[in-house]
């Protein structure tokens, strides 16, 4: 019932959306003038219609060139290279590059598409061969795939692991930090030959008992039932998924915003001002910054919910209860992957410590194979995104991959 509303609103916002951006295109020929104040805000408003909405397909990654270290451009490929009815493992090379670090980029599952990442490839490609978890819109995949929970997640990652070769590098980015974490520990004690050179874990929930944020809080307030019985959706008839259970993404993000009310009412009266005023840069970057933030994709149901129940109210990893198949997860196991934690000093989703954790754990790994970097100034995109991503953070990265070959 809760889905099949959504879509019916959707259904007709959609057809006003369109009616708006229609009359935005029309009005911008019109504000080039210097008496076309009334107008400009009239193309203002109708172009803040036409934004508030969800949609449910991903964006394209646009990336087809980089600036390389020394300010030339390069141009970049993108292609798939190994797929699943649940993800496509995309590869991003360049065409002037060969023998470069693999690095698989392991991409939130959690109500986004991984092109949220696209400033985290574009960066990592200065000196890599990027590999991206391109996770699939569960609403688009059909009930006779099967089902997908965290098992299927740490198997995902596994088969990529081995799928890149020896030697590969794993980055993963928030929520994936467990299951990445998980995958090469199975990985150490089945003493696979394709363990990663290197785990990269970056402001993520392994150990959720320290410092809880708002995020942890809620996800631990209501027994596991409470959303099974209240966020659990059944994609409606008409789309491909039909009849699968979902957590949809349009309740995800929507309790994102319910925390940011301000930030985010304040972001769209920036954007219509800077239209009107004739300040397009600062409109467009507000802009690009929601089409990326209103794509959204819906979870299966059953990796949700054990998501929440392992990482959120047993905080498995930690407890040393967590696992894999039946198998207990072992990080001590991990030997031969050097690690490197890196956190946010102000990020209110996953707290300083909670990353971190992840060094305790690996207690099998000699102390010259583990570092942590803690960025002051940033929140949790910015470890990820940004300024201090490209000149602070990453050449710590970049140098952990180097140290680890």
């Not at 090379?93 to 986004?112: F, I, Q, T, W, Y």
């Not at 209103?294 to 959120?312: C, G, K, P, S």
Request: glycine share 6%.
């Amino acid at each position: 019932m809760m889905y099949d509303a959504y879509q019916s609103y959707a259904d007709v916002s959609n057809r006003l959306r369109l009616a708006a951006a229609s009359g935005e295109r029309l009005l911008r020929l019109w504000t080039s003038t210097p008496y076309a104040s009334p107008a400009r805000c009239f193309q203002a408003y109708c172009e803040l219609v036409a934004l508030l909405g969800f949609t449910h397909k991903r964006p394209c990654y646009g990336i087809d060139r980089i600036a390389t270290h020394d300010g030339a451009f390069v141009d970049v490929v993108e292609e798939p290279v190994y797929a699943t009815p649940f993800a496509t493992l995309l590869r991003f090379s360049r065409k002037d590059a060969e023998n470069l670090p693999r690095v698989l980029l392991v991409a939130p599952m959690s109500g986004h598409f991984a092109t949220l990442l696209r400033g985290t490839i574009r960066t990592l490609l200065q000196d890599h061969d990027v590999y991206v978890t391109d996770w699939i819109n569960t609403r688009d995949i059909p009930l006779a795939a099967g089902v997908f929970g965290m098992d299927e997640f740490v198997q995902h990652l596994i088969d990529f692991i081995r799928f890149l070769g020896q030697p590969a590098h794993v980055v993963a980015v928030c929520q994936p930090t467990v299951a990445a974490l998980a995958a090469v520990a199975a990985m150490a004690e089945d003493n696979d030959p394709a363990q990663p050179a290197s785990l990269t874990l970056m402001a993520g929930p392994i150990d959720i008992s320290v410092a809880p944020t708002k995020v942890n809080e809620f996800a631990t307030s209501k027994p596991i039932e409470w959303f099974r019985d209240n966020v659990i959706g059944v994609v409606p008839r008409g789309l491909p998924g039909a009849g699968r259970k979902v957590y949809p993404g349009f309740l995800q993000i929507a309790g994102f915003m319910s925390m940011n009310v301000d930030r985010h009412a304040n972001a769209f009266m920036d954007m219509f001002r800077h239209r009107v005023e004739g300040e397009h840069e600062k409109a467009d970057r507000i802009r690009t910054f929601y089409e990326e933030y209103f794509a959204i994709m819906d979870l299966d149901a059953r990796f949700y919910l054990e998501t929440i129940e392992t990482v959120f109210h047993k905080n498995a990893l930690s407890a040393g209860k967590l696992l894999f198949k039946g198998r207990p997860v072992t990080p001590r196991a991990i030997k031969k992957t050097f690690l490197l934690t890196v956190e946010g000093e102000k990020d209110d989703i996953c707290a300083v410590g909670q990353t971190l954790a992840a060094q305790d754990l690996c207690s099998g790994l000699r102390p010259y194979m583990k570092s942590h970097h803690l960025q002051a100034g940033v929140g949790h995109y910015g470890v990820f995104n940004g300024k201090r991503w490209d000149n602070q953070i990453y050449p710590v990265l970049r140098d952990h991959i180097q140290n680890s070959v």
